[in-house]
């Protein structure tokens, strides 16, 4: 059994999401900490008048590759852009670049899927469901297939408390819904929708537990892993501390409250903030592909849970006073207003007090003023965004989980110190998640 980085060496590997946040992250790390691998091909569609080669280029030159460069400045012809759509027939794929992978593929890093919460179930069925079908039909045809590693969420099963390791039945069979795509428009699909999600709070939870569900039904004869990180948020050390390409979900919410728009939240204080920042679950995926090819030597699917709950528990109590802390020692520039304490609440009539005094009238007052003095307006805009950020999150801000760890252990106590190094460990121990040294 060789170490990770020997694992690596002279593979291919295919990743699907490339230009995502975890996308981005892992194609950096594999090439910065597994340098003698062959080549990382990355299924990309066009988008806003860029090709796939474009598209690839642009995201090459972004900050986060720049220790890369310094590193070693011709990386970029390891990267391969493949040019393909997961909504499209066969993934969009050329006939030419079908061939090319199944010829030379090793490793599979499925990190596509759509992450927006409130998304129409429609699209979430298509992107976290269908594609998945169609990743298998593709894998199923490799020939030096040593590892699938998919991405889920924490979050697949979270009508449950106490969630191990393993997949639960889906609450609907995932070919039904496929199939309801084909005869339902989507008005007929958004009427049904509350009844086929049935205790999930959103088509994202609803969508990837079905994906899983294809994985274990379709995929008995592939190597499949999964890994179910918890909510995914900015760098901890790799590739820069504190490094982050979206303001989704928490991010955006931080900085609604270092500038003085965020003065109430429904959030239970005892309630596990279950943050992972990305390098964490990158570092996993990298670890795990290894641990399945080299260790277990198995068909059978494996999962893995990404998340600090139990392990690392911080609530979002102690979030809140580490939040605004920061942002008191450290003001953010163009501040609506000074940063508040005491934002978080359970009383939803002090929530609602608060959101039209503090919230709304300040809104319409200050678009107003700038509709006085000719400018455009744009808080109540702020503030719509703002609440439907908040609406969304608040199911997982009053509730916690317990994980299991077992595979986790198992795949900690077979990695070597030099291993771990590299890895940057799986899992830490303990790590700030803001205002971290």
Not at 121 to 127: D, P, S, Y
């Amino acid at each position: 059994m060789g170490s990770v980085t020997e694992f690596y060496s002279s593979k291919n590997i295919l990743v699907t999401g490339a230009t995502g946040f975890i996308g981005k992250v892992l194609i950096e790390k594999l090439l910065r900490s597994c340098s003698d691998l062959k080549a990382i091909y990355c299924l990309i569609r066009s988008k806003k008048g860029l090709d796939a080669s474009e598209r690839l280029a642009k995201m090459l030159s972004e900050p986060l590759f720049e220790n890369l460069r310094t590193e070693q400045p011709n990386f970029s012809e390891k990267v391969i852009p493949i040019a393909g759509d997961i909504l499209e027939p066969e993934l969009g794929l050329s006939d030419s670049d079908q061939r090319l992978l199944q010829d030379s593929i090793h490793i599979v890093f499925n990190s596509a899927a759509n992450v927006r919460f409130d998304e129409h179930l429609r699209v979430a069925v298509e992107i976290n469901v269908v594609a998945v079908c169609k990743m298998i039909s593709l894998c199923k045809k490799f020939k030096h297939l040593e590892c699938f590693v998919h991405v889920s969420t924490a979050y697949a099963n979270c009508e449950r408390h106490y969630i191990e390791e393993r997949i639960y039945p889906s609450p609907t069979d995932p070919h039904h819904v496929i199939d309801a795509l084909d005869w339902l428009d989507d008005d007929m699909l958004t009427q049904m929708t509350p009844k086929l999600l049935g205790s999930k709070p959103n088509t994202y939870t609803f969508t990837k537990h079905l994906g899983e569900e294809v994985l274990l039904r379709e995929a008995s004869d592939l190597p499949v892993v999964i890994i179910r990180p918890s909510i995914v948020t900015a760098a901890w050390r790799e590739p820069v501390p504190g490094w982050i390409d979206n303001m989704n979900g928490p991010s955006g919410l931080y900085i609604a409250a270092g500038k003085g728009l965020l003065r109430s939240m429904i959030a239970d204080h005892r309630v596990v903030a279950d943050l992972v920042p990305v390098d964490l679950p990158v570092n996993m995926m990298i670890a795990i592909a290894w641990h399945r090819a080299c260790v277990q030597k198995t068909n059978c699917l494996s999962v893995y849970h990404s998340t600090t709950g139990g392990l690392n528990p911080f609530t979002w109590g102690e979030m809140e006073n580490a939040v605004i802390t920061y942002f008191k020692n450290n003001p953010m520039d163009s501040c609506f207003r000074r940063p508040k304490n005491n934002i978080l609440t359970r009383n939803s009539f002090l929530h609602d007090f608060w959101i039209l005094v503090s919230h709304l009238i300040p809104a319409y007052a200050a678009d107003l003023g700038y509709l006085l003095i000719g400018k455009k307006r744009r808080m109540v805009k702020i503030y719509t965004r703002l609440h439907k950020s908040m609406e969304i999150l608040e199911y997982f801000t009053t509730r916690s989980w317990d994980w299991t760890h077992a595979n986790l252990d198992a795949l900690k106590s077979s990695m070597t110190p030099e291993d771990q190094k590299v890895s940057c460990h799986v899992l830490a121990d303990g790590y700030c998640v803001i205002g971290c040294d």
